[in-house]
């Protein structure tokens, strides 16, 4: 069995704000029907939180979800417990239309922390970065720069936000560009 390393090896970058590869996590995409009452038992069941509004993301100590598209869910646990929340996953949604795939491997997850958190991606994200245009709670698929990604904010002055691992290290260094000290405008 080979060394699990993330995209960009751990790195991390003190700027204007704080860039950190988040490490490896466990990152399942699960889509079928989001309004059936066996879909939201699983879920609950897998990562201990229940169904997300639209555009919603719900973290805990078991994991977390995110709502991704209208039959779309990102669920996130720890990396060695993927395949198995999979099964489980497989076994409680058996008989209905779904899918559940481990895109562990296939993800990079970065942390950004400090005030600046929204200028920095607002940097190179068409997403409204205001309090207004994400609070709390809500994430956004977007891009940064042509990269796909998706954020939300953990907190007020925390963010994480996840890639395709093939790009991760550029994301990385965009991330620590777009963090550098002296470069935020203060606009939000």
Same mark, same amino acid.
Request: neutral net charge.
């Given at each position: 069995?080979?060394?699990?390393?993330?995209?960009?090896?751990?790195?991390?970058?003190?700027?204007?704000?704080?860039?950190?590869?988040?490490?490896?996590?466990?990152?399942?995409?699960?889509?079928?029907?989001?309004?059936?009452?066996?879909?939201?038992?699983?879920?609950?069941?897998?990562?201990?939180?229940?169904?997300?509004?639209?555009?919603?993301?719900?973290?805990? $100590? =078991? /994991?977390?979800? +995110?709502? %991704? *598209?209208? !039959?779309? @869910?990102? &669920?996130?646990?720890?990396?060695?417990?993927?395949? #198995?929340?999979?099964?489980?996953?497989?076994?409680?949604?058996?008989?209905?239309?779904?899918?559940?795939?481990?895109?562990?491997?296939?993800?990079?997850?970065?942390?950004?922390?400090?005030?600046?958190?929204?200028?920095?991606? $607002? =940097? /190179?994200?068409? +997403?409204? %970065? *205001?309090? !207004?245009? @994400?609070? &709390?709670?809500?994430?956004?698929?977007?891009?940064? #720069?042509?990269?796909?990604?998706?954020?939300?904010?953990?907190?007020?002055?925390?963010?994480?936000?996840?890639?395709?691992?093939?790009?991760?290290?550029?994301?990385?260094?965009?991330?620590?560009?777009?963090?550098?000290?002296?470069?935020?405008?203060?606009?939000?």
């Amino acid at each position: 069995m080979s060394n699990v390393i993330s995209a960009a090896h751990g790195a991390s970058f003190d700027g204007a704000v704080r860039v950190q590869d988040a490490g490896v996590k466990g990152m399942i995409t699960v889509r079928g029907d989001l309004s059936s009452a066996k879909m939201a038992k699983a879920v609950k069941a897998a990562v201990g939180m229940g169904m997300p509004d639209v555009r919603g993301v719900k973290t805990g $100590a =078991k /994991g977390g979800v +995110a709502w %991704m *598209s209208p !039959d779309e @869910l990102m &669920l996130f646990c720890d990396y060695s417990d993927a395949d #198995g929340v999979v099964a489980k996953l497989e076994k409680a949604l058996k008989g209905e239309h779904s899918l559940a795939v481990n895109v562990s491997d296939a993800r990079a997850i970065f942390t950004l922390t400090g005030k600046g958190v929204r200028e920095v991606i $607002a =940097k /190179g994200s068409p +997403a409204d %970065m *205001s309090v !207004d245009g @994400l609070p &709390l709670g809500e994430m956004r698929r977007s891009r940064l #720069g042509q990269i796909a990604v998706a954020f939300w904010l953990t907190k007020e002055g925390e963010l994480e936000l996840v890639c395709f691992r093939s790009v991760g290290q550029f994301v990385y260094e965009w991330l620590c560009n777009g963090a550098a000290k002296d470069t935020l405008p203060g606009h939000l």
